[in-house]
């Protein structure tokens, strides 16, 4: 079975992207065949300075790399090494029609928060659509947000299945693990780059404490029970514990006695040690650039022999002429 997923170079990660993606990854690449790849075309449509995309796919690449996607395990490359995605792009746009791109919620919310909508930002799901169709790929594991998009590939896959009169283009299922499909922000909204209200998981200590201290918590006092269903708090740290540990910080919160600032604390004592041997990871890779780069060539020329093969008959579906 084929697992394929995709992240943007577009900022710093969040502990949103970690339990929505990566880590649902990174369980996947111990068992299933893994392709992961830095969506960076799709960050064109964010990302308007040339040098800052540049870096951030680097650091991104790093930062995946560290927190425990394996190379030698999981098929990794940078979306833009495989250019067979933006032929295949072009064709699928035939079968992508106007009125299922004008559904698309992460479209309509970009547009209601203002940003002007370009042909790029509108057709975004066709080229994730390609990014799926061209593997072959079985199951996409995502957060709640992208279930749309994967739903979009799948009508995409079957309009042109239909008009091709086969069945070219393997129909992708998406994979959403209910208790970590929406992460919370400090701001007890989902998190997002776009909301400003991310945990990254490589802030510095200071930074990441003074983050957590932004979490907003309903005022009670320090001796009272303290309700954590739907604490954003409580709900942070349950991603990090087992089920003895959650009960055990349940007990905490009713027995009283203990605030926020000791559930934050808490927290912050999570997040640190979690990603400990991460950032000692990362420190490592970022002294050593060219390991990253060969590779990520390494996964481009994988994932290149594959995309090859399938246009190769989708050219011939379609009625391109094979050279
Ligand atoms: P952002 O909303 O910060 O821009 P992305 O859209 O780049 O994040 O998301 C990358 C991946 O992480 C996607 O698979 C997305 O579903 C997942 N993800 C992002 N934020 C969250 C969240 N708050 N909860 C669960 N999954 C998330
Ligand atoms: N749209 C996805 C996001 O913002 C990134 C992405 C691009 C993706 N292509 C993909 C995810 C293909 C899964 C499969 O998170």
Redesign the pocket.
């Known amino acids: 079975m084929r697992t394929l ?1 995709g ?2 170079p ?2 710093e990660f ?1 502990i ?2 970690y ?3 990566i880590s649902q990854m990174l369980r996947a690449q111990e068992k299933e065949d893994v392709f992961i790849f830095l969506a960076n075309y799709h960050a064109l449509t964010s990302v308007f300075d040339g040098k800052k995309l540049s870096d951030q796919t680097k650091n991104a690449a790093i930062d995946l790399i560290a927190l425990g996607i394996d190379p030698t395990r999981a098929c990794f490359w940078a979306q833009s090494d495989v250019k067979e995605v933006l032929e295949l792009y072009w064709i699928l746009s035939q079968y992508a029609p106007m009125g299922l791109l004008e559904r698309a919620h992460s479209y309509k919310d970009k547009i209601a928060k203002g940003l002007s909508p370009s042909h790029g930002l509108f057709s975004y799901p066709v080229l994730m659509a390609a990014d799926i169709l061209l593997y072959d790929t079985d199951v996409v594991p ?5 279930i749309q998009h994967v739903e979009i590939a799948r009508d995409i896959a079957i309009k042109f299945n239909n008009a091709c009169g086969g069945s070219l283009l393997t129909l992708p299922e998406f994979r959403v693990e209910e208790d ?6 400090v701001d007890g909204a ?5 909301y400003s209200n ?1 945990i990254d998981i490589f802030l510095d200590r200071k930074s990441l404490e003074k983050r957590i201290k932004q979490i907003v918590t309903a005022p009670i006092a320090l001796e009272l029970p303290k309700e954590w269903k739907g604490d954003t708090v409580f709900g942070l740290c349950a991603l990090f514990l087992d089920e003895n540990g959650q009960e055990e910080l349940k007990r905490r919160y009713e027995r009283g006695g203990e605030g926020h600032g000791h559930f934050k604390a808490y927290l912050l004592d999570l997040i640190w040690s979690r990603f400990a041997s991460a950032r000692a990871a990362r420190e490592k890779l970022r002294n050593d650039p060219q390991k990253v780069s060969d590779l990520l060539s390494a996964g481009a020329k994988k994932a290149g022999l594959i995309a090859a093969e399938k246009m190769r008959h989708v050219r011939e579906a379609v009625g391109i002429y094979n050279f």
Do not use: L
Request: proline share 4%; aromatic share 4%; charged share 15%.
């Open positions: 997923s992240i943007q577009s900022g969040h949103g992207n339990f929505g993606m995502v957060g709640r947000d992208q970590v499909a929406v992460i919370p922000g989902k998190m997002s780059k776009s991310t």
